[in-house]
């Protein structure tokens, strides 16, 4: 049974670029969350996506929009990057109305130059 | 406001230590789930326990085990005879919106060094 799958691995942009990151829930659940981590630090809480539609925001601003799509997968945008967007994007998939818990990916490592 | 704090930023032991992880959180809600997670070097952050607010019974789990102190707000780790395997990053965690919903609220982490 696969977990969550995060693409790419690792990415480099520079400043101002546009990035796209890409999540695919575990099997049978069907709510994605977003977190970043900054080096050294715990996950920050991005957004969460249930039924297509963005459900909860954490303190991030509007350049970071995400997307998910009907078969759960989800996608996150980050545009105009900055140096301080460098981090590693964790991606969780759960199941809401259960208590069974968050999966995580193993994150996409972005670095900005 | 809800917060998780880890005092401890690193921690080295020698292995077949006992190792506590401290976890100290603040919140006014009175349902509550409070979560640690490993992250080895893999970056993937691996479930080890959740536990509710209203159900502060210990628990263990082979070699680890937890206390959970609502009196102190407190939710500490203990590895006993620690192994090399045991080292990673390990995360506090708090929820107040359900056990699979909202969001979690990270301690920054203790990174655990287990030396042969």
């Known amino acids: 049974d696969a977990g969550v799958t995060q693409s790419p691995t690792h990415l480099i942009k520079t400043r101002g670029q546009q990035v796209t990151l890409r999540c695919s829930p575990k099997?049978?659940?069907?709510?994605v969350s977003w977190y970043q981590q900054a080096l050294g630090q715990g996950p920050q809480f991005i957004f969460q996506?249930?039924?297509?539609?963005?459900?909860q925001r954490g303190n991030f601003p509007d350049r970071f929009s995400g997307h998910q799509f009907p078969n759960y997968s989800s996608e996150l945008n980050v545009n105009a990057l900055l140096l301080g967007d460098s981090a590693l994007y964790l991606c969780?998939?759960?199941?809401?109305?259960?208590?069974?818990?968050?999966?995580f990916g193993s994150g996409t490592r972005l670095t900005v130059v | 406001a809800q917060k998780v704090t880890q005092a401890q930023t690193e921690i080295s032991v020698v292995e077949k230590e006992d190792v506590t992880l401290d976890c100290v959180y603040e919140t006014r809600d009175t349902t509550y789930y409070l979560f640690w997670y490993k992250q080895p070097p893999s970056g993937e952050l691996v479930f080890l326990i959740r536990?509710?607010?209203?159900?502060?019974q210990n628990e263990i789990s082979g070699r680890y085990s937890w206390n959970f102190q609502k009196s102190t707000s407190s939710f500490n780790f203990t590895i006993t005879a620690s192994q090399v395997v045991d080292s990673a990053v390990y995360f506090c965690?708090?929820?107040?919106?359900?056990?699979?919903?909202?969001?979690?609220?990270f301690g920054k982490g203790t990174k655990l060094s287990v030396k042969p």
């Open positions: 965690a708090l929820s107040t919106n359900g056990g699979s919903q909202g969001n979690l609220i």
């Open positions: 536990r509710n607010s209203f159900d502060e």
């Open positions: 996506y249930y039924e297509e539609e963005e459900r």
């Open positions: 969780a998939s759960s199941i809401t109305g259960t208590a069974g818990g968050y999966t």
């Open positions: 099997s049978g659940h069907d709510t």
